[in-house]
């Protein structure tokens, strides 16, 4: 695991595309209030290629192109931050410019290589890479990451409260989940928030991505969720040898972590936690 820090952490929850004003009504103590609250966003981005349709996501507005482009690379239209040529703002259906709306424009080279079919279906905030259902998918894609001593288990337990405090936008709005990169050191280097579990990854693995920072194999994952198989499969792309969840793995889950050699650890909390995969990866 290595020790390169980024030099932007994480960005502040006062960004106004990603919280609303709200009016609400609380009930507490036998009697009613009224109240100003803060809710996270959700709109939907449509995510073109060369401007053809490719998805539909609902997140959290911010931090498109880097979603766009993580989103792209789990997909496996694209390899890597080379093979994007620039990115546009799309139109709407009368050709205005729409901020929900990106194009992502590849590479001639890359353009005429790659069979690029539009999804049928919109990616939910929940969904991930919904179209794909087994381990063996994703193995066909990925090599067994190397297995070797890389954190000491204490310093695991350290980093809950450390998304938590990094999560602006969450302490705010109590809508958003949270993906963070960290080193062998236990610090946080990177953290996306977002509606969608999945987009805070894809945000998460895009930037990197697009500053030419992957594969990701000497950093570790942590989300404030689930450990889900699609998480799964986006860390195992991005060769990400260690994922820490807050809550717990499904079965298919462990099954991916298994194959792919990646240390699976959940139920993160202050004091404990569960390895269900190559406990290897931490020091005795």
Known sequence: MGETS????????????????TIVRRF????????????AVEEPLQIQVSGRDVAVIMRTPGQDR??????LFSEGIIDGGSDIAKFAQGVDREGFPDTNVIDVRL????LGARSIRPREFPVSTSCGLCGATSVESVMR???????????????LLTLEAKLRAAQGAFQRSGGTHGAGLFDRCGDLVLVHEDVGRHNAVDKLIGEMLLSGQLPL????LLVSGRASFELL????LASIPLFVAVGAPSSLAIELAAAVQVTLVGLLRPHR???????ERLAP
Not at 217 to 220: A, S
Request: hydrophobic content about 45%.
């Open 141 to 155: 894609r990925v090599q067994p990451l190397p297995v070797r001593t890389a954190i000491a288990p204490a310093l």
């Open 66 to 71: 880097e979603l766009a482009a993580g989103f």
């Open 273 to 279: 936690f569960v390895v269900y995969s190559w406990p």
């Open 6 to 21: 980024l030099p932007r952490p994480w960005l502040s929850a006062d960004d106004p595309t990603r919280l609303r004003s």
């Open 233 to 236: 499969q986006k860390a195992a």
């Open 217 to 220: 194999n000497n950093y570790g």
């Open 107 to 110: 590479s001639a080279a890359v």
């Open 28 to 39: 507490q103590d036998h009697g009613w209030s009224e109240a100003a609250d803060e809710v």
